[in-house]
Antibody, heavy 118, light 105 residues
Framework: EVQLVESGGGLVQPGGSLRLSCAAS????????MSWVRQAPGKGLEWVAT????????YYVDSMKGRLTLSRDNARNSLFLQMTSLRVEDTAIYYC???????????WGQGTLVTVSS | DIQMIQSPSSLSASVGDRVTIICRAS??????LNWYQQKPGKAPKLLIY???TLQDGVPSRFSGSESGTEFTLTISSLQPEDFATYYC?????????FGQGTKVE
């Protein structure tokens, strides 16, 4: 059974940093592109970042470019999102998602809440 | 960036109704259009990919179609478990974008 479990969310002050993790199981993690998608409270979905299976290519949403570092550890079946210079508007649930060969997101984690507030 | 415009933003329907949600892309995206269902407090669930292919396990009352840059999600006979918010998503470029969502209530 495919499982994605996010962790690392919490309350952080504006300008602070946070590192999110996503633990994957039930599939060959090293074969798949992986993404992060976020959802601000009461709002819609927003794609955040995507990483290639070997970690070589990474893509980021313009609004967070320069403040994000996406990485993965295929030996540990884990995905990471380092976020810096966080802003109030970055407050959201951050979901980890597996990218299917058709580029759809076929499996999602339960999400981890990031709250940026003073 | 490619903009995805969904309509309506919300709709009121009853069990048994036929429901149609439209998503328009600001430019050509081929068939790289996905539909997701999200219930309150839950992660999104993939319903349809490549505009019209049903994800495994999704009931056949859900269907998708395309005409140029206009994409349609249809629920042929709304069931109680279908009350949720639906999102379209384009993945024709690496910089993906979602529609703003349609709440079915």
């Amino acid at each position: 059974e495919v499982q994605l479990v996010e962790s690392g969310g919490g309350l952080v002050q504006p300008g602070g940093s946070l590192r999110l993790s996503c633990a994957a199981s039930g599939f060959t993690f090293s074969n798949y592109w992986m993404s992060w998608v976020r959802q601000a409270p009461g709002k819609g979905l927003e794609w955040v970042a995507t990483i290639k299976p070997d970690g070589g290519d990474k893509y980021y949403v313009d609004s967070m470019k320069g403040r994000l570092t996406l990485s993965r550890d295929n030996a540990r079946n884990s995905l990471f999102l380092q976020m810096t210079s966080l802003r109030v508007e970055d407050t959201a649930i951050y979901y980890c998602a597996r990218v299917d060969t058709t580029s759809s997101k076929d499996f999602w984690g339960q999400g981890t809440l990031v709250t940026v507030s003073s | 960036d490619i903009q995805m415009i969904q309509s309506p933003s919300s709709l009121s329907a009853s069990v048994g109704d036929r429901v149609t949600i439209i998503c328009r892309a600001s430019q050509n995206i081929g068939s790289y259009l996905n539909w997701y269902q999200q219930k309150p407090g839950k992660a999104p669930k993939l319903l349809i990919y490549l505009a019209s292919t049903l994800q495994d396990g999704v009931p056949s009352r859900f269907s998708g179609s395309e005409s140029g840059t206009e994409f349609t999600l249809t629920i042929s006979s709304l069931q109680p478990e279908d009350f949720a918010t639906y999102y379209c998503q384009q993945t024709s470029t690496t910089f993906e974008t979602f529609g703003q969502g349609t709440k079915v209530e």
